[in-house]
């Protein structure tokens, strides 16, 4: 079993030297970094929430940089991060990243008339609530068919009636967002 797997992952490796021989030397970084972060979705994280998705905007501040990310047509992940940090991970328009949110750091509202200062809020649909003892799983799931998960309290989650197909918005701070990119 493992020489089979280290034949393919030869065979994968080969294959993309063969793609990127082909191509221009622009091309050939973007593959470069589409293979990395292909052995970066390898690692295992705890956040219950991961996002791929491309750098849309980049807004440098003195301290810390605001990163908008489009994770697809109808999904913008808006993340805060120091200057060094968007440095050190080369941060820029079109740089492919992924995005880890903990389930504890999203928080669910109900009401459309709620306004927050939260600068990811994601309106989607109650899929399911694993209910614990103590507190509660939620999954929304988005319009563009992706999903979010929160971690609240069984309390807060009977307070807003959260059943499956009621109308949710996941809440986070772009403060609360991790963001990993190839190097």
Known sequence: MVAFYRALEQHYQNTLDQVAAGLDEASRTEVADFRQLLLNLNWRSSARNQFSGVVEALEQGDVESAVVLCLDDATRLTA???RDSAAQLGLAPGRAVVALV????VLI????GLRLSAQNLWWGEVERVHEGPIN????LALPAGRRVTATLTATSSRQLGLVPGLAACACFSAASVLLMSAS
């Open 80 to 82: 805060l991060v120091t």
């Open 102 to 105: 903990k389930a504890s750091a």
């Open 109 to 112: 509202g109900t009401d459309p």
């Open 136 to 139: 509660h799983e939620v999954v």
